[in-house]
């Protein structure tokens, strides 16, 4: 079936760096990728819509110039939490569209960060 | 290797009762996550279980069999608008989430 990676797996950072977190389609191209945010045991919040070769698409409340999206190719999108501070710490879950089957999502195994 | 099993799609009856099983195989265990998706939106949570048992939620239940690496979802009283995808999720050793495909539960009237 269809695998989604994401590096790391876990990140533990200071408050004020930046942190990169890569999504990957492992065997199949995503020409769509989301990045969700989740708490503890609650849904899971979407962030943003990530199109491979154009913006991505930010949910209202989230600060696009905080959560840079880049989706250069069909099968890798990263999420860059810059200045992050210890609210941002939380587990980010990615996933992806497979381009022949636009109804079905894929999604990755998540990223812990923790801001200290 | 990690992996998990849940039917492709079901279908059941508006006022009927449906079960969705999951199995898993995972490299340690940290519980077990079932969510709601709807076309086109974010997968809402719906239970997690970390312990053998059934926990009941109002019209969802949910129930973890550790050493059958076995859990499901049971819906009852069903509605129209339960009509959705279904996913079942487990945490392994190291907290990352082992996604099943999801069920796609159809509710005829």
């Known amino acids: 079936g269809a695998v989604v990676s994401q590096h790391p797996s876990w990140v533990i950072c200071k408050s004020g760096t930046s942190v990169k977190i890569e999504c990957r389609s492992l065997?199949?191209?995503?020409?769509?990728m989301f990045w969700y945010r989740q708490f503890p045991k609650q849904s899971l919040m979407l962030m943003a819509t990530?199109?491979?070769?154009?913006?991505?698409?930010?949910e209202q409340g989230v600060e696009k110039d905080k959560f840079l999206i880049n989706h250069a190719s069909l099968t890798l999108s990263t999420l860059t939490v810059t200045s992050a501070h210890p609210e941002d710490s939380s587990f980010y879950i990615c996933?992806?569209?497979?381009?022949?089957?636009?109804?079905?999502?894929?999604f990755g195994p998540g990223t812990r960060l923790t801001v200290l | 290797g990690q992996n998990i099993d849940q039917p492709t799609e079901m279908t059941a009856t508006e006022g009927a009762i449906v079960q969705i099983n999951c199995t898993y195989q995972?490299?340690?265990?940290?519980?077990l996550f079932w969510y709601q998706q709807h076309a086109g939106e974010a997968p809402t949570f719906l239970s997690y279980?970390?312990l053998d048992g059934l926990e009941e939620k109002g019209r969802f239940s949910s129930f973890l069999s550790r050493s059958k690496g076995y859990s499901y979802l049971l819906l009852k009283e069903l509605q129209m608008k339960d009509s959705a995808s279904y996913l079942c999720?487990?945490?392994?050793?190291?907290?990352?989430?082992?996604w099943g495909a999801g069920t796609k539960l159809i509710i005829k009237p």
């Open positions: 996933s992806a569209k497979n381009t022949g089957d636009a109804d079905t999502q894929y």
């Open positions: 065997d199949f191209q995503a020409t769509t």
């Open positions: 990530s199109n491979e070769g154009s913006k991505a698409t930010y």
């Open positions: 995972t490299s340690g265990f940290n519980g």
């Open positions: 279980n970390v």
């Open positions: 999720a487990a945490l392994d050793s190291n907290y990352q989430l082992i």
